[in-house]
């Protein structure tokens, strides 16, 4: 029996997959033989850092770490978490109650609406974005209410140009920086607007900082919640998984307000049974590397940003600089579609980037590409596109 027709409504409602044709096209150019140059996804190419998986190999060997583990996490593994945010944010975070694990941050995002969000309740989200955000919603029953973020405005939200009505039916505002996938870092001011305006509707705060790690020129991100009042409107997501290269072991954490994790902590307790011990111990270990580890990560970054920044540049497309996160977000020329401009990618170079409108209606006209990737291919991949003038004007 084909079950299809009985899915039920919100997995019907899900947006359609807008990858889906590129993805498509992939198989085929690989099928042929092309060699491909994947700029398409946001996953690290280099492994996990070496004394997290010795760490984790220590803990697989140690019988207490095969039983369940609590869902909120071993107050060892909370505690290297307060410890890190003291010293990396200079923000006091109290273990037993500020701080929850998650089996990435994806599951605490997508699982947060459930634990706030009643029918006809409001979310707010920013777009282009994270899809997660709104599939949340939808799995709640909420209504997502979408805050462009222009390049007019530096990839923020124009927070004062959201209605009041809908600011008093708002139960949740997602934000996201250093921001998937525009690149985009806030300033300050930004995030004492936010502060003020959650303090003033009431509503909750769910920063995504995902991100915070991969950073260039030595300017590190601020978290949300070294700000004045953040820790009254709300919580932080973070994730090992860019940070570490830690993708595939699905290990996060929410840290802030107390009520907000616990109520999170109640849907999480109902659902699933927290992260395995032994990557939790490992953990510890990531949150206690020296800070050379992490240098040298965003080193190997930076240089293939500023590769790709400037071959970019020379092949005709329209870069911002991205202040973190391993992604550049590309304007193409005008009068020419996103998909377009992925799928001539594809077809002519072999090279795969992101159609910019998967990402939201605001991201048409933009390409994202994600610098995951070695510098070598990546020149390599700067050559294809300017011997085929994809992107330079044709006379
Ligand atoms: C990758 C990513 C995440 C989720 O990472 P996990 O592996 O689930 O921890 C969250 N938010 C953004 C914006 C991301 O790009």
């Known amino acids: ?21 590129i993805d498509e096209k992939k198989r085929e150019a690989m099928a042929k033989g092309m060699d491909i140059i994947n700029l398409g ?11 997290i998986v010795e760490a984790a190999r220590i803990a697989l060997g140690r019988p207490e770490h095969h039983q369940y583990p609590s869902y909120e996490g071993m107050l060892s593994f909370r ?14 975070l109290d273990p037993h109650t500020e701080v929850l694990g998650l089996i990435g941050s994806k599951e605490g995002i997508g699982h947060m609406p459930l ?25 709640a029953g909420g209504e997502t209410y979408y805050m462009p973020i222009l390049e007019s405005n530096g990839f923020l939200p124009d927070l004062s140009a959201i209605p009041d009505s809908v600011y008093r039916r708002t139960k949740i505002m997602f934000i996201n920086y250093p921001n998937n996938p525009t690149g985009a870092v806030a300033p300050d001011s930004f995030f004492a607007e936010v502060i003020e305006k959650a303090t003033k509707y009431g509503f909750i705060v769910a920063h995504d900082a995902a991100y915070s790690e ?30 570490f290269n830690m993708t595939g072991w699905r290990v996060g954490f929410a840290v802030g307000n ?30 206690a590397l020296p ?53 001539a990618l594809l077809s002519r170079t072999g090279i795969v980037a992101t159609p910019g409108n998967g990402f ?8 994202r590409f994600a610098l995951t990737v070695d510098t070598p291919r990546l020149k390599e991949a700067i050559d294809r596109i300017v011997n085929e003038g994809l992107f330079t004007p044709k006379n």
Do not use: C
Not at 1 to 21: C, E, G, N, T, V
Not at 360 to 367: K, N, P, Q
């Open 258 to 287: 107390a009520s907000v994790l616990a109520g999170l902590g109640k849907i999480k307790s109902n659902m699933d049974s927290g992260i395995f011990q032994a990557l939790q111990e490992a953990s510890i270990a990531a949150m």
């Open 1 to 21: 029996m084909d079950f299809r027709a009985k899915w039920s409504q919100r997995i019907k409602s899900l947006p359609p997959y807008l990858f889906a044709r």
């Open 41 to 51: 996804i946001g996953d690290p190419d280099t492994p996990t850092l070496p004394p």
């Open 79 to 92: 505690e290297s978490i307060a410890h890190w945010y003291k010293k990396r944010f200079l923000v006091d």
């Open 115 to 139: 634990a706030f969000i009643d029918p006809g309740d409001t979310v707010l989200v920013p777009e282009p974005g994270y899809p997660v955000y709104h599939a949340g919603t939808l799995f």
């Open 214 to 243: 991969i950073y260039f020129d030595g300017n590190a991100p601020k978290s949300f919640l070294s700000f004045p009042g953040a820790k009254e409107v709300g919580i932080e997501f973070h994730s090992l998984s860019k940070t």
């Open 291 to 343: 800070d050379f580890w992490m240098e040298n990560l965003r080193s190997m970054y930076q240089e293939r940003r500023d590769v790709l920044v400037s071959g970019l540049r020379t092949a005709g497309l329209r870069v911002i600089p991205p202040g973190a996160s391993f992604y550049l977000w590309a304007g193409i020329p005008a009068g020419m579609k996103s998909e377009e401009a992925s799928l």
């Open 360 to 367: 939201g209606i605001s991201g048409e006209g933009y390409v």
